[in-house]
């Protein structure tokens, strides 16, 4: 069974681009969350989705969007990069409703923004 | 708002020692997690539990819910698990349903041959 996919695995932008992130759960599961992970914060919760519907947004600024498409998967951007949005982002994906069930997450996306 | 801190932040064991790394959250719950992150960066979820105590292998998870604690316990240490260990609980929103998961700073666990 195949794990949770995110796609781009590394990536680099200057200031002021935006960048888009992808993420694939395991086939059958309808939730799908998204964490930002950086040294001083450390994980932090941006969003998370279920049936395409997003359920719960964290403490950060309009910038952060994301969506959910009907086969599950779901992609997060991020507009006007700043330099303190370099991060690891992961995302993570459950069968049931967020908070119900275990979490699987992906290997995560490293952003770089110079 | 659920505050969530871990003891110790870093930990230092030889090879065969018992570990344990505790997590403590200042609100109600009705479940918490427990999580591994090797250096590059992958997540694999150990535990979640609301009573009680699970095992897996060398992995012990406990959880005191009138105590708002939890404990991670490694038996007979080894090399393999330096990682660090993070717990989670949600937030309760308002109206007591469980929200966002808030995330322990980690504990760096190194186990030296």
């Known amino acids: 069974k195949a794990g949770v996919t995110q796609t781009p695995r590394y990536l680099i932008k200057t200031r002021g681009q935006q960048v888009t992130l992808s993420c694939s759960p395991i086939?059958?599961?309808?939730?799908v969350s998204w964490y930002q992970q950086t040294p001083g914060q450390g994980l932090q919760f941006l969003f998370e989705?279920?049936?395409?519907?997003?359920?719960n947004k964290g403490n950060f600024p309009g910038r952060f969007s994301g969506r959910q498409f009907s086969n599950s998967r779901s992609e997060m951007n991020v507009s006007t990069l700043e330099l303190g949005d370099s991060a690891l982002y992961l995302c993570?994906?459950?069968?049931?409703?967020?908070?119900?069930?275990?979490?699987?997450f992906g290997e995560g996306s490293r952003l770089t923004v110079l | 708002k659920n505050e969530v801190e871990q003891s110790p932040q870093n930990l230092t064991a030889q090879e065969g020692e018992f570990i344990t790394i505790n997590c403590s959250y200042s609100v109600g719950i009705s479940a918490l997690h427990w999580l591994q992150q090797h250096p590059g960066g992958g997540i694999v979820s150990l535990f979640m539990?609301?009573?009680g105590k699970k095992k897996h292998g060398r992995l012990i998870a406990t959880i005191n819910i009138q105590e708002k604690h939890s404990s991670l316990h490694i038996t007979a240490s080894h090399p393999r698990d330096s990682a660090v260990y993070i717990c989670?609980?949600?937030?309760?929103?308002?109206?007591?349903?469980?929200?966002?998961?808030?995330f322990g700073k980690g504990t760096k666990l190194s186990v030296k041959p």
């Open positions: 989705y279920f049936s395409e519907t997003q359920r």
């Open positions: 086939s059958g599961h309808r939730s």
């Open positions: 539990l609301s009573s």
């Open positions: 993570a994906s459950g069968r049931d409703l967020p908070n119900t069930g275990e979490l699987f």
């Open positions: 989670a609980a949600p937030e309760l929103n308002y109206g007591g349903s469980q929200g966002n998961l808030i």
